[in-house]
């Protein structure tokens, strides 16, 4: 695989980055105050962070990685740094950043780092889906050493991806059933879709 120089992420982002926790915090900090992350603060984006704290307690709480992307994630023997861009609003981050986050606490290898799409247009306009779209979470693997980019994955698994587009090209299909549908889609899953995914994704970037 190629690994590319990048321009805009450097060491001074890396460190200013959260780790899961300090994100968790920093949304319930949020809520507390009656406002989530960016400059949205109405009562159905509150809903939405609402949401995604329960979603996110419930992956953390319930969902189980598989041996097998458990042997993978421990066998690899560089260091990599995840980075990944979220919104505490965003329901495709709530129901993977967990899951992710119990992949990289699995490795040795590997160190979370999560920066706020709106604060890091630069970096997320570098990694838009289809060329367009700044649609979230991007996970992107960086080499620690180097800061080269590896790959990416996001902002959903390709089953999740296909099932979206198909509703949203439904003229009648409002965009709150849409989300219902996807939402139904994760919870049938239990993380599953993501962890195969990456199986093939740890081979291709190291």
């Keep these: 695989m190629t690994h590319v ?3 805009t992420i450097d060491r001074q982002r890396i460190e200013q980055a959260m780790d899961y926790a300090e994100y968790r915090e920093m949304i319930e900090s949020l809520l507390k105050e009656g406002k989530t992350t960016g400059e949205n603060h109405s009562e159905a984006m509150l809903h939405y962070t609402k949401m995604n704290v329960h979603r996110m307690k419930r992956h ?10 458990i042997e993978k994630l421990q066998s690899i023997d560089r260091e990599w740094i995840w980075l990944v861009l979220t919104e505490a609003w965003c329901g495709d981050a709530a129901q993977s950043l967990p899951i992710i986050n119990k992949m990289a606490e699995a490795s040795d290898s590997i160190d979370l780092k999560l920066i706020l799409r709106d604060e890091n247009l630069d970096v997320m306009d570098q990694f838009l889906y289809n060329g367009k779209s700044r649609s979230i979470p991007k996970l992107i693997c960086l080499d620690a050493r180097t800061l080269d980019v590896l790959g990416d994955w996001g902002p959903r698994p390709e089953e999740a991806q296909t099932l979206y587009d198909d509703l949203r090209s439904k003229p009648d299909m409002q965009y709150q059933e849409v989300a219902e549908h996807l939402h139904k889609w994760y919870a049938d899953d239990k993380g599953t879709e993501i962890q195969k995914e990456f199986m093939t994704l740890l081979d291709q970037w190291a």
């Design 5 to 7: 120089q990048n321009r």
């Design 60 to 69: 953390d709480k319930r969902t189980e990685l598989t041996d097998e992307i």
